[in-house]
């Protein structure tokens, strides 16, 4: 059987970048073009299926993924503790002010370290859910690294957005066991809730993605200060309206964790940015709507450059 990644797969590698410790892989060739795939809350950079990866390579990019800090293989702050996300959330809603170990804007400088150690002076960036912030970050505050941002199913974080429905963000919220058989059971809840619909072929694969996914290390503490991190980062309007590099925003019209009326305001909060609804979309990207979405981030990243 041909192998779906293909050749030109790395072996996941080690940077020094901003301090840290970041893992990461990429695929295709390093000549092309980049574009930098940021992962979201709690999740690993393999979240970025590896043949979604090798597709998006195919249209002639040099795809690099990479566990954000806290996660997977890359640097923990076990030292930070585990933060009272329930406390942080609402003093958020109280306007109070929130302690946290690191913001976005130091996982946003995270990946400008990457890059940096890369030798990529400009990337086409790729962020979804909490990547997405990130990626808005380093589009606002270092716009000259940024060939162009898509931003998937992410919010600005603006006050007054509608809320996540509640069965997704207790699923969030509550730590995911640790053995391997409870684990794979959450894990499982987890996307059916978030996919919000019947997917076939991801759900047949989700037992051996919890598997590969727990084989590389589970961190739910992590998770938390990630949680608690975008909690006191608080909003990016103001950043965003000043975002000048080509900028796709693609938002499920049934995503039960950001509604669609979160990418609808990213959109419209972006001077020239471009809007993808996808119907059926939840939390998610289906193996199903891999070719809708791969299509738009490498039109949109052909047309930028």
Known sequence: MTDPVGPHKTPERYADANGIRLCYDSFGVPS?????LVMGLGSQMIAWDDAFCAQLAGHGFHVVRFDNRDIGRSTRFDAAGVPRVRKAMLAAVLGRPIRAPYLLRDMAEDARGLLDHLGIDRAHVVGASMGGAIAQLLAAHHPQRVRSLTSVMATSGAPGLPP??????ALLTRPAPTDLAGFTKHYRKTWQVLRAGHFAPDESRDAERAARIHSRGLNPAGAARQTVAILA????????SGVTVPTLVIHGNVDPLIPVECGIDVARTVPGAKLVVIEGMGHALPISMWPQIIDAIASHAAAAA
């Open 32 to 36: 092309d073009p980049a574009l930098l």
């Open 164 to 169: 996540p429905k509640l069965t997704a963000l």
């Open 233 to 240: 980062s608080g909003s990016r309007k103001a950043a965003l």
